[in-house]
């Protein structure tokens, strides 16, 4: 049995990921979407601008021995040499592979080790393949030194993920040159170091290894949990969720999460229907009233298939004879708004038009803020119609940036109508998950590209500025009229269906 820091990794984030990549058949999963290979790319950069602050010995490229220069070390050799390089004091080694078969360090003292072991009887080897190892000042088997596991990661936050790792990389050294590190390091975006006590991370690593090791070893498959915001990246997705759609499982239900799951498991309560149908009181007891109320109408919309209104509805739509409906395309990465996406209506004259304020280079950001202020100008008494939070706060943050005057920008805000809002607080709908998608789906709308989100378009942004190729400009364009839309149709159906 091998137990690799992948493994782990995704064990920590879902159990039934790592439990897929072990036994699950390949030919389920889906296609490597263009935003992870994007990701990718971007997180190989930012490994690549850290490494340009060191002089490091790269171990998958040694050349071994007399062989050619076309030669590349097999994993034995790359774990030997690792090994080697840190016997020699090599200041800085890249892409090192750590490994080891002592298995006591490494779980629970309530856990048998025999037992554990007659499931594998050649045994357990555990490897990890840390960024970088540091040569550092102090006392190993090697000498007068000792090296440190850095992990170079693209995320801008010291997940719990990435520090379970980061001590499994340091324990599993310790076993090498006889030493623990005196902590392991995680390089972050903006190069920011984050530094892992290792002691808090000792029993938390022998509970996860201990628990994926009695998950492996009796082949248990997890639950099936969808979580839309962890779950849509990874290559198992559809499977999972064709699962959890034949079993209508909860996780589908919106508001669901996991420890709210639990509660409901604990309740007897499995299905829809029994949601629906639940004493309140009880659930109330369990997750408080607001949210028990909450939960049981959105099963009552999804057992009666209908929308359902939330409370007094005291909100008061706009219908103007002119309107706009706004959406915004962005790149995070390099904090750029790159098309701000504008459907004018003109209701009276049964007419619309679609202006799309395209950055074609990110330096163009500010030229398009002004496009969009100068139309918005021509109609001051339009409402804008919006779905979510981002529009108004890429709003201000435009505004700051580019130095327009408060009054303006408080004119716009005051226009703004964020439809989302008003969706979650006043209705309840049939619907997995309350995204522009899922509502849009919903009512009967149908977008050009099917089945992809923001995401791609983020790609397609980034290989327009690659290849220059305008086709990918045109997807972009193409996908945020569509979602402009989609907000119409939402807007024209809530004003239908809301009490007036």
Not at 55 to 72: A, D, F
Not at 156 to 176: C, H, Q, T, V
Not at 468 to 488: K, M, S, V
Request: proline share 4%.
């Amino acid at each position: 049995m091998l137990l690799t820091d992948d493994l782990l990794h995704h064990y920590k984030r879902c159990q039934r990921r790592s439990f897929l990549d072990l036994y699950g058949d390949r030919k389920e999963q889906d296609r490597e979407k263009d935003f992870v290979k994007k990701l990718h790319q971007e997180s190989q950069k930012h490994i690549d601008q850290v490494l340009s602050h060191f002089e490091y010995v790269n171990i998958r490229e040694l050349k071994i021995g007399s062989y050619s220069h076309n030669y590349y070390p097999s994993q034995p050799e790359k774990i030997a040499q690792t090994e080697a390089l840190m016997s020699q004091g090599v200041d800085v080694i890249y892409q090192g592979i750590l490994t080891c078969q002592n298995l006591e360090n490494f779980l629970t003292k309530e856990t048998e080790i025999n037992h554990i072991l007659t499931y594998f009887p050649e045994g357990v080897t555990l490897m990890s393949y840390p960024s970088l190892l540091i040569k550092i000042a102090g006392k190993s088997k090697f000498g007068d030194w000792l090296y440190v596991p850095i992990n170079i990661k693209f995320g801008s936050r010291p997940k719990s993920e990435y520090k379970l790792i980061g001590a499994f990389n340091a324990y599993i050294l310790a076993e090498i040159q006889g030493v623990l590190s005196p902590y392991s390091s995680l390089i972050l975006r903006e190069e920011k170091e984050y530094k892992i006590n290792l002691e808090n991370w000792l029993i938390p690593l022998q509970e996860v290894i201990t628990n994926f090791l009695e998950m492996t070893a009796k082949k248990i498959e997890p639950d099936v949990f969808i979580s839309r915001q962890r779950c849509s990246l990874c290559p198992w997705y559809n499977h999972c969720y064709q699962i959890a759609q034949n079993q209508k499982h909860l996780c589908l239900i919106p508001g669901i999460t996991p420890k709210r799951y639990e509660q409901l498991q604990e309740l007897k309560i499995k299905t829809v229907e029994s949601l629906a149908e639940a004493c309140p009181v009880n659930l109330g007891e369990y997750m408080g009233n607001k949210i028990a109320i909450q939960l049981q109408q959105q099963a009552e919309s999804i057992v009666k298939n209908k929308p359902l209104v939330r409370g007094n509805v005291n909100i008061k739509i706009p219908t103007k004879d002119i309107e706009i409906y706004f959406d915004i395309e962005a790149e995070p990465d390099i904090n750029l708004d790159y098309l701000l996406g504008v459907l004018l209506v003109n209701r009276t004259e049964n007419t619309h038009q679609f202006y799309p304020f395209l950055a074609v280079k990110p330096e163009d950001e500010s030229k398009i803020w002004q496009e969009f202020l100068d139309l918005l100008k021509k109609y001051p008494d339009a409402p804008i119609f919006h779905f979510s939070e981002y529009e108004k706060d890429t709003i201000n943050r435009l505004a700051s940036l580019y130095h327009t005057d408060n009054q303006n920008r408080q004119n716009i805000l005051d226009h703004c109508v964020d439809l989302h809002n008003i969706v979650t607080n006043y209705i309840t709908l049939p619907v997995e998950n309350y995204s522009l998608k899922s509502l849009g789906n919903w009512l009967g709308f149908q977008w050009y590209h099917q089945g992809i989100g923001g995401d791609q378009c983020v790609w397609w942004y980034d290989q327009w500025l690659k290849t220059g190729d305008r086709q990918f400009l045109d997807c972009i364009l193409r996908y945020n009229e569509d979602d402009c839309w989609a907000t119409f149709h939402l807007k024209n159906w809530l004003v239908e269906f809301l009490p007036h």
